[in-house]
């Protein structure tokens, strides 16, 4: 599909003696990458949620914003600039990388397509990345009916943290928040992260308390890291923006609903990307199972 593509393996070196840095819940990432800040922040972060042993894969979409339009988005000399910042990233991570320039459209199906086959999708928060904003805005005209990667959308952390140091898991106390919880868990472990368990108990839904109270006894009897748990009344999406915020967490991780595919992005998950102070991680149900079985969440093919 892309008209250039640029491959590097990384040697072992003094990266990987830090395995506590090195997560094993994804090992195959992709990022779409426009220069702004923000989807080189998601370079940085994947690069820190697949660790050394991992592998990452740059993609700039240099298409048309619109049909109307008489240039690209992102001509050649700027893809090679946004691309080489990328790639120095990548080698102080010490991760292996592919570098892939695409020009094909629209830039939402493009990504989409090049995201079949591996478990992560990282993006800048679409706040102002334009490669992020068209596909927040183009996946809801997709033909896909099923969303089975996860989604990382990214914002800038505290330099002075590691990313990931405190996150917070949103669970709904519903079918498939346990899978969710415990893959969290896992890497809140492998991050050495203090986590925080948080529900919203909307006077308008039913809750699940007893759900809740057991996701986090079981969180505590896995680590010795800070385990806390909130609940709190409210909406979903602004208590789960809020209660972020108050703790500090540089990473919020929540279900998507994938039975209605990438629409699900409209709904809460959608806007604690754009309303959230931090990074989200977005997974659907498939690979909740998988990284709740201590596999690499292996999306599959739509």
Not at 145 to 169: E, G, H, K, M, Y
Request: proline letters at 6%; one cysteine or more; hydrophobic letters at 40%.
């Amino acid at each position: 599909m892309g008209n250039s593509s640029t491959d590097r393996n990384r040697a072992p070196s003094a990266h990987r003696e830090k395995s506590a840095d090195a997560p094993t819940l994804f090992s195959d990432a992709l990022c779409a990458v426009d220069g702004h800040e923000e989807s080189l922040e998601a370079v940085e972060q994947a690069a820190s949620l697949t660790g050394p042993d991992g592998r990452v894969t740059l993609l700039t979409v240099t298409s048309y914003r619109s049909p109307g339009d008489r240039g690209a988005a992102i001509g050649p000399q700027r893809a090679k600039e946004i691309l080489d910042r990328a790639v120095r990233i990548l080698d102080e991570a010490g991760v292996s990388y592919s570098v892939e320039v695409d020009p094909a459209a629209p830039p939402a199906e493009v990504i989409l397509e090049w995201m079949l086959g591996r478990d992560l999708l990282a993006i800048g928060a679409p706040s102002s990345s334009l490669l992020s904003g068209m596909f927040i805005k183009g996946v809801g005209e997709t033909a896909l009916d099923a969303f089975t990667t996860p989604l990382l959308i990214a914002r800038p952390s505290d330099p002075s943290d590691s990313f990931a140091q405190r996150i917070l898991v949103a669970s709904d106390g519903l079918e498939g928040s346990d899978e969710l919880v415990e893959m969290a868990g896992r890497l809140a472990r492998a991050k050495g992260a203090d986590l925080t368990l948080f529900h919203a108990s909307d006077t308008a839904a039913k809750t699940h308390p007893h759900r809740i109270e057991m996701q986090f006894e079981k969180l505590q009897s896995e680590t010795d890291r800070v385990i806390d748990v909130r609940v709190e009344p409210g909406g979903a999406h602004t208590t789960i923006v809020e209660s972020a915020a108050e703790i500090d967490a540089s990473l919020v991780v929540m279900g998507s609903r994938g039975r209605h595919g990438l629409r699900a992005l409209g709904s809460v998950g959608r806007r604690v990307a754009h309303h959230g102070h931090c990074s989200v991680l977005l997974v659907p149900p498939v690979s909740r199972r998988s990284a709740a079985d201590g596999r690499s969440p292996r999306p599959e093919a739509c």
